[in-house]
């Protein structure tokens, strides 16, 4: 929502304010609108593979959802950690084998609906629950697996964005390519009179204008929103990340579940009270 109202404000801001005192007529010029987005395109395909480049159109619609990642959620996620961690220190860790392998159906995940729907998350938790179970690797190693993993699954996350923000800065680029072509025709004008010569000129000069204002006033917003969505959806790996690293190193489930709500931005981390008395309601 925020992006379309972000929009309004920016056409506002040079259209509406050069409505004032200019004519809008001369702002409408079909063919350089028309070549100007068909660059941008092109670029857009002709300079990243057919995987990124439907991941950088899949990512567009993603902009206008609300963020999942709440207090509410975390609240859920680390009282989810919690009881599975509470189930592994009193039947140890066979006990939830049955959890893991079928998290649809266990009566843990269920509880926890919000969690559940984030198919990514549950495997990334499934896996690294999985691993403890078999037993065959120590806290050092299974740190060095999930970073490598979160940064595989980072680099993937951020490709839409840095798409869209390679191909903002490229449609200025193209606006002056539009604006020379104009040039040329103009100049192939050169015995037209005065009036019919800057309208041409004119003409031109929209070609820039509008290269500037979709790369920095359209394009550009995109790409920082979808960096921000991706900042927001790391943050679920790295709590289940610390959550079971603490647990494998010995600490109880109240103390590893408050090592996950330590990593997780202010806005979002339930306080210490907050997440005691979700655990405690939950337990009854």
């Not at 992006?3 to 920016?10: A, E, K, P, T």
């Not at 926890?112 to 549950?122: E, G, K, R, S």
């Not at 065959?136 to 970073?147: I, Q, S, T, V």
């Not at 103009?186 to 290269?211: C, D, H, R």
Request: glycine share 8%.
């Amino acid at each position: 929502m925020l992006l379309i109202v972000g929009y309004v404000i920016i056409l506002a801001a040079s259209v509406g304010t050069y409505a004032v005192h200019g004519s809008l007529a001369a702002l409408f010029v079909p063919l350089e609108y028309i070549a100007i987005v068909g660059l941008t395109i092109g670029g857009l395909v002709a300079g990243n593979s057919m995987r990124n480049t439907k991941a950088a159109l899949a990512a567009l619609p993603t902009l206008f959802k609300p963020s999942p990642y709440s207090k509410a959620f975390y609240i859920e996620l680390l009282a989810m950690l919690f009881e599975i961690l509470a189930k592994v220190r009193k039947e140890g860790l066979m006990s939830i084998e049955n959890d893991i392998e079928n998290p649809d159906s266990s009566p843990i995940f269920s509880k926890y609906p919000a969690f559940l729907h984030d198919h990514h998350a549950v495997e990334f938790l499934c896996d690294y629950l999985r691993m403890m179970v078999g037993g065959n690797l120590n806290a050092f190693e299974l740190e060095n697996l999930m970073d490598m993993e979160i940064e595989t699954h980072h680099a993937e996350a951020h490709a839409p964005a840095h798409i869209w923000s390679k191909t903002g800065d490229a449609t200025p680029a193209f606006g002056i390519v539009v604006a020379v072509m104009g040039v040329v025709n103009v100049m192939g004008s050169v015995g037209e009179p005065p009036a019919v010569l800057g309208k041409m000129i004119g003409g031109a000069l929209v070609g820039t204008f509008l290269g500037i204002l979709v790369s920095y006033g359209f394009v550009a917003p995109i790409a920082s929103q979808l960096e921000q969505k991706c900042e927001e959806g790391a943050k679920i790996y790295q709590c289940i990340k610390v959550v079971l690293l603490a647990s494998m190193s010995g600490y109880a489930p109240q103390v590893a579940v408050e090592f996950g709500r330590k990593v997780l931005f202010s806005s979002d981390r339930p306080g210490f009270t907050e997440l005691e008395s979700e655990i405690k309601s939950r337990k009854k």
